[in-house]
């Protein structure tokens, strides 16, 4: 498994050449897809284009997603070509272990969500059981997952577990900036936001969520305190915001985490007994 194979094809500061390398790079590594989009519009004036790997069971199963665009001039290598990087081997290995799931590739995170929303509201979601969503996971050593109150629910309990996550170096945490999982709010399913950060960004992420992340009124020190953590260097034109910074050790231990997660058998229920 090289889980950075593709990172450097991936980090392209070109839109339409991100969208035809991801296409070319799945054909690659023989994961069938399709396109989900839709034409352009004031929210997304390049129209949206999202590509899902065709499911290889039927049952209903995780959807694992990532976005594939990037800020305009950004190279996008830690935001989030790493991610989708992670999430090309896991289907490999999911395909191959004959686990049921789903993997979406996200247009228009940075424009709205625009992809994740079409997604949403659209049939493809009759197959979904939860949404594990990956982004900047290519820089750090601690896996941070933001389960939004969904830790204890059924299936992605195993990403939350104390026992999964101190074995890869993890931690939940109260935020993490919003990103596509946002777009599942209100769906009735449980969906959870991964990360890996410097473990110094960890105190910042705590101060965030005391202060609230609410982006129409979070005060202007919210952004100082955002501003400082040593991964937003990674990130939107920050002087690591290119491949050479992704750390190939930082997305190996996402993708042994998800691994992980994924092949946990859920957790019998207590049962007790009245005498």
């Not at 260097?233 to 002087?239: A, F, L, N, S």
């Not at 190939?248 to 058998?265: F, H, I, P, W």
Request: net charge negative; aromatic share 10%.
């Amino acid at each position: 498994m090289i889980v950075d194979k593709f990172i450097r094809q991936l980090s392209l500061k070109d839109p339409d050449e991100r969208r035809e390398t991801l296409k070319a790079v799945l054909k690659e590594e023989n994961l069938s897809f399709y396109i989900q989009e839709e034409g352009p519009s004031s929210k997304a004036p390049r129209g949206i284009v999202n590509y899902l790997l065709t499911p290889w069971s039927g049952e209903p199963g995780l959807l694992f997603c990532a976005h594939y665009d990037a800020v305009p001039g950004s190279f996008g290598a830690n935001d989030n070509a790493a991610s989708m990087c992670i999430l090309i081997e896991l289907a490999k290995t999911l395909r191959e272990k004959e686990i049921p799931a789903r993997f979406a590739f996200f247009d228009g995170e940075e424009t709205g969500n625009t992809g994740s929303r079409l997604f949403a509201s659209s049939h493809e979601m009759d197959t979904i059981s939860g949404v594990i969503n990956l982004d900047v996971c290519g820089y750090g050593d601690t896996i941070a997952v933001y389960d939004r109150g969904n830790a204890k629910k059924e299936p992605v309990r195993s990403f939350c577990s104390k026992k999964v996550l101190d074995s890869h170096n993890g931690l939940l945490v109260k935020y993490l900036p919003p990103s596509d999982e946002v777009s599942f709010t209100g769906k009735r399913l449980p969906a959870i936001s991964i990360a890996i950060v410097p473990h110094w960004d960890i105190q910042y992420l705590n101060a965030l969520s005391r202060m609230g992340g609410n982006s129409l009124f979070r005060s202007p020190e919210f952004d100082m305190i955002l501003s400082q953590m040593e991964v937003t260097t990674t990130m939107h034109g920050g002087y690591r915001d290119s491949p050479e910074w992704v750390q190939k050790e930082a997305m190996t231990r996402v993708y042994n985490y998800l691994l992980d997660s994924a092949l946990t058998l859920p957790e019998k229920k207590k049962r007790f007994l009245l005498f």
